[in-house]
């Protein structure tokens, strides 16, 4: 699927509303943190939290501050690629890599720290260690000579960014029940099942070896998707939720962990899988991405919150996904959005209240929040994966979209605002 063709129109639904915003955007995993996994936190929260809240960064600096700070607690592990983005040191993942390769790998003094079969999309992950004093930057140079067709990278790690306050419960408008067989799924962190909105959920979870870590960015994404109840409604009330956590409690995700959930996800042939994290691009998302989009399932991310003129940041960039970006109560793009070709559609972004962990809410904003608005119009749309059926699906969506911005596609506002007038935080 072009998804620069991609079209998406708007089914008129309501979820939770709320008044001002104040909330965040959750950029997250990419790279596998197989052997080396940041320390974990009590109850899921981002080590990097308390700093962030004290300083007076807006959300376009707040996921370069807590790259700055990875890289300063973590510096035993973690350092910085070529571009300045997190990198697990001394690790290069692998796609797909022949016995040949491996082997001649091995001979030269790697170490195969894991090797994951992703039957779901008919690939392989392979994760080597460096030799004994060998750079990062040397051992992706080094594999990629020893293997001059494969396709090697570095292990990229994916952060959270922003906060959320505290707020009053929201009130909504019922939804009506989602059609009978939705199923949806979410990458993300934890989610805490046993908020009130979400408790009722028919849901099914994966990763973390069955452990259960609740974080905040999770939770939130999860309510809007699926929550129902005390006067609050998700996009698509009733349907299953496939739920995988890439964090596991700690302060980080990472590819090889976002590729075994993605293979989940093609595995249980969940159609619409809703990623609200934002990274950097590596060759190995790219094919994991591409093998996705080739089976017809649909990845709706978040354009991410580094502001209008940053690089493109992924997945939400690559060829068929689906990137969306966030507007305020007043129909403008939130200043701190990205802006370009990657835009496919606007959701409300701002003026959101969410589950909280612990039972409470909070009030959010950031284009991860607009994102579960489109996934949740898709969904229920789309019954199955596949590539023609995908594509109609985007297309109905496509053909409701209020245009916005320039006339036509454009790179603020994509195709344009779908979910318009009973959209999350939009209180009449």
Not at 178 to 200: E, K, Y
Request: proline content about 9%.
């Amino acid at each position: 699927m072009n998804r620069r063709t991609l079209r998406i129109a708007g089914i008129a639904l309501v979820v939770a509303v709320a008044a001002a915003p104040a909330g965040a955007q959750l950029q997250v995993p990419g790279l596998p943190l197989p052997q080396a996994p940041l320390p974990p936190l009590p109850g899921g929260q981002d080590p990097l939290g308390a700093t962030l809240r004290g300083a007076s960064a807006t959300l376009a600096e707040a996921r370069k501050l807590r790259v700055r700070e990875l890289l300063r607690v973590e510096r035993e592990t973690v350092e910085a690629d070529p571009d300045g983005q997190p990198i697990l040191r001394r690790q290069v993942g692998a796609l797909s890599p022949t016995p040949e390769a491996i082997a001649r790998a091995e001979a030269a003094g790697f170490r195969v720290l894991s090797r994951d079969s992703l039957e779901g999309l008919g690939l392989t992950l392979v994760v080597f260690e460096a030799p004994e004093g060998m750079s990062t930057r040397r051992a992706l140079k080094k594999l990629r000579a020893l293997d001059p067709e494969g396709s090697y990278d570095f292990n990229h790690l994916y952060l959270g960014s922003g906060e959320a306050q505290a707020a009053d419960p929201p009130s909504a408008a019922p939804l009506p029940a989602a059609p009978p067989g939705t199923r949806i799924g979410l990458i993300d962190s934890g989610v805490d099942f046993t908020h009130p909105v979400l408790a009722g959920a028919d849901v099914v979870r994966h990763g973390c070896d069955g452990g259960s870590f609740p974080a905040p960015h999770g939770t939130a994404v999860a309510s809007l998707l699926v929550g129902e109840g005390e006067g609050f409604a998700g996009l698509v009330p009733g349907a299953t939720l496939y739920a995988a956590d890439v964090f596991c409690g700690h302060g980080g995700g990472s590819l090889s962990l976002l590729a075994l959930e993605l293979d989940w996800m093609a595995r249980e042939k969940v159609p619409v899988v809703n990623i609200s994290l934002v990274g950097a691009k590596s060759v190995l998302l790219t094919g994991l991405v591409r093998a996705m989009t080739s089976r017809g399932f649909l990845l709706v991310a978040a354009v991410g919150n580094d502001g209008p003129t940053a690089p493109p940041l992924y997945p939400a960039s690559y060829p068929g996904v689906v990137g969306v970006t966030g507007v305020d109560g007043q129909r403008r793009v939130l200043p701190e959005a990205c802006r370009g070709e990657q835009v496919d559609f606007a959701a409300a972004g701002a003026g959101i209240r969410a589950a909280a962990v612990g039972g409470g809410y909070e009030e959010i904003r950031g284009t991860s929040f607009a994102t579960p608005i489109v996934a949740g119009l898709l969904a229920r749309s789309l019954n199955s994966p596949e590539p023609a059926a995908a594509q109609a699906a985007v297309d109905a969506l496509a053909a409701t979209a209020i245009d916005l911005g320039n006339n036509g596609v454009d790179p603020s506002y994509g195709k344009g605002l779908v979910g318009a007038g009973l959209n999350p935080g939009h209180r009449d």
